[in-house]
């Protein structure tokens, strides 16, 4: 398996670089605007530098604004892709979903395997608890652009059921809170790599789902293990972490 690392030179870029040396796996090249070489690997400013012919999928930790241009490579090149950005708008989901009818796309806002089992598992605790109240909170580093998380959107979608709706901040409200809003807090500080907690909230009684990221490195470990299977995949449709699971 040969890595075409796009955002390259971020922190997750280099988290790939060393998760992939350790594991024996090629990186071909990587793509930064940053340019600045760091391992064995050329890093390129764009695309135009890139030879695809011995790429066999392409992992994206960029930036939103990067999505058309690394879409574009993808396509033209026949080459599968791995997005594991967060903060796309509703058009660029759209054009990701279009990519996905000619390459093979794996999308997840968190390429984290426990965060699978959590969002799995407040999934099953919201089926079975309906007159809970639900809150989930999300922590990352100060240095995080987009609030909520994309993992805390995710959670969201996963537990909330079609009367529910979010609520992003309760300063200014004067009322009593709605049976079926979700609470949806963000907490910006320091180094933290990220937590997320689900909670459920009876009467007389709680359940707390959290988890918590130690370090960058199960990002780069999950993005290969989806890296490895997309290369695997031959129809052309957007996969996420369910078919990893094979669920």
Do not use: W
């Not at 660029?92 to 093979?104: H, L, M, V, Y």
């Amino acid at each position: 398996m040969n890595i075409i690392l796009s955002g390259a030179c971020g922190r997750m870029g280099h988290e790939v670089a060393r998760a992939a040396a350790s594991q024996g796996i090629r990186i071909l090249c990587g793509v930064d605007q940053k340019e600045e070489a760091y391992d064995s690997f050329p890093v390129f400013r764009d695309f135009s530098c890139v030879q695809p012919e011995n790429g066999s999928v392409i992992i994206d930790f960029s930036l939103p604004s990067f999505l058309s241009e690394v879409l574009a490579f993808a396509k033209e090149n026949h080459i599968p892709i791995v997005l594991a950005t967060t903060g796309y708008t509703e058009e660029q989901i759209d054009c990701i979903r279009a990519a996905s009818a000619e390459i093979p796309v794996f999308r997840s806002a968190n390429m984290s395997l426990g965060v699978h089992v959590l969002k799995l598992l407040s999934r099953m605790a919201a089926n079975l608890l309906p007159e809970f109240d639900i809150e989930i909170i999300e922590k990352h580093h100060n240095q995080k652009a987009d609030a909520p998380s994309g993992t805390a959107i995710m959670l969201y979608d996963a537990v909330a059921g079609k009367d529910h709706f979010p609520v992003y901040d309760r300063h200014d409200q004067k009322q009593k809170r709605r049976k079926n809003e979700i609470g949806m807090l963000s907490v910006r500080g320091g180094t933290v790599s990220g937590e997320h907690e689900v909670g459920f909230y009876g009467n007389g009684e709680s359940i707390l789902i959290i988890h918590t990221a130690q370090n960058r490195s199960i990002f780069a470990e999950g993005a290969l293990k989806a890296a490895a299977f997309l290369s695997g995949q031959t129809v052309c449709r957007e996969y996420c972490m369910d078919d990893l699971f094979s669920i």
